[in-house]
T-cell receptor, first 112, second 109 residues
Framework: GAGVSQSPRYKVAKRGQDVALRCDPI?????LFWYQQALGQGPEFLTY????????KSGLPSDRFFAERPEGSVSTLKIQRTQQEDSAVYLC??????????FGEGSRLTVL | KQEVTQIPAALSVPEGENLVLNCSFT??????LQWFRQDPGKGLTSLLL?????REQTSGRLNASLDKSSGRSTLYIAASQPGDSATYLC????????FGAGTRLTVKP
């Protein structure tokens, strides 16, 4: 597609539910990043893929967070047993070899 | 750990003014620095990318400079317009990309 696509755009979950957020990167981009953005803050790094390899997951806040990119294209960020502090916008970005990042519109998660 | 700071946190100017947004980072070992714009409820739009070997980049009314040795970048916006109102974020990259908290710009008609 023309840009990075994320779905769903909005997700409301009850505390304790599992959620899955999807990211379709720009075609041909080998690098893919996930960020978490709280209201009024800059994005915080979660994890980074190069093709299907997860090279850095140091930003994942707990073992309830899991990301995958099995075929080196689409990625899914999964949050298990959601808690209220997980409420945030989850941003996905992809990058070609230039290092420039291109972001999607984000998925806004609200945990009640 | 790389820390990125943006000053000021918020800025309000009348239309037509030239303005400067500041970004500082603690570790000069960066691959590149990128400036983004974020409108409310939207994702980030890339404005300018400066590779570590470059000193500045220009796009239209925007000019970004990079001084790695001092850990600073500035984004210069010429002849500001109300449509420039948004939050401006800078980010530096070794492997991942570290962001500042942003400068919220309001340009008044």
């Amino acid at each position: 597609g023309a840009g990075v696509s994320q779905s769903p755009r909005y997700k409301v979950a009850k505390r304790g539910q599992d959620v899955a957020l999807r990211c379709d990167p720009i075609s041909g981009h080998v690098s893919l990043f996930w960020y978490q953005q709280a209201l009024g803050q800059g994005p915080e790094f979660l994890t980074y893929f190069q093709n299907e390899a997860q090279l850095d997951k140091s930003g994942l806040p707990s073992d309830r967070f899991f990301a995958e990119r099995p075929e080196g294209s689409v990625s899914t960020l999964k949050i298990q047993r959601t808690q209220q502090e997980d409420s945030a916008v989850y941003l996905c970005a992809s990058s070609p070899g230039t290092g420039e990042l291109f972001f999607g519109e984000g998925s806004r998660l609200t945990v009640l | 750990k790389q820390e990125v700071t943006q000053i000021p946190a918020a800025l309000s100017v009348p239309e037509g003014e030239n303005l400067v947004l500041n970004c500082s980072f603690t570790d000069s070992a960066i691959y590149n620095l990128q400036w983004f714009r974020q409108d409310p409820g939207k994702g980030l739009t890339s404005l300018l990318l400066i590779q570590s070997s470059q000193r500045e980049q220009t796009s239209g009314r925007l000019n970004a400079s990079l001084d790695k040795s001092s850990g600073r970048s500035t984004l210069y916006i010429a002849a500001s317009q109300p449509g420039d109102s948004a939050t401006y974020l800078c980010a530096v990259r070794p492997n991942d990309m570290r962001f500042g908290a942003g400068t919220r710009l309001t340009v008044k008609p």
